[in-house]
């Protein structure tokens, strides 16, 4: 029988755009946040399935034509050499949008991927100064092969 996670990963209020202040009760940080995320398997020796993510904002909003602010999705993974066995290195697993204050994220199969990352940057593509200024609120798993924490454990 397969578990189904629906779990609360991040909530918080960080503010994303070129208006510094224009939310007061949220965090700014500029055109771009990044959340990085530890993946647990609920059993190592099963197959791995998709793993959903939804990711909640307030006021997203995208002129017509065009796309929306891009999400990507990266994997750390173990890149050692000679002269560094230690050394990592960041994989893109998936690069998507968002246009509206819900998106749902579904990333391939993680295989090895323990570790991975959300990132939110602002559509930068529309003249500067009619950025859209937007509040993320949330990132929740639906998954049925894992669970997971924030940060990198």
Sequence with gaps: MKHQTDELIWRGRIHLGDEPGVYGDASYSGLCMELPVT????????????????LKAE???V???YVGHVITVSGYEPDPTP????????VTLLTTVMSSDKTDI????????KFISIQIRVDTTVKARLYNDFVVVRLALRST???AVLGFE
């Excluded at 002269?83 to 960041?90: G, S």
């Excluded at 579904?106 to 991927?113: A, E, F, G, Q, R």
């Design 63 to 65: 002129f017509n034509g």
């Design 83 to 90: 002269a560094n066995p230690y050394k990592w290195k960041q």
């Design 106 to 113: 579904t990333v391939p199969s993680l295989n090895s991927h």
């Design 145 to 147: 092969s894992h669970y």
């Design 39 to 54: 993946m647990f398997p609920f059993d190592p020796t099963s197959s791995v399935e998709d793993i959903k993510f939804e």
């Design 59 to 61: 006021d997203v909003h």
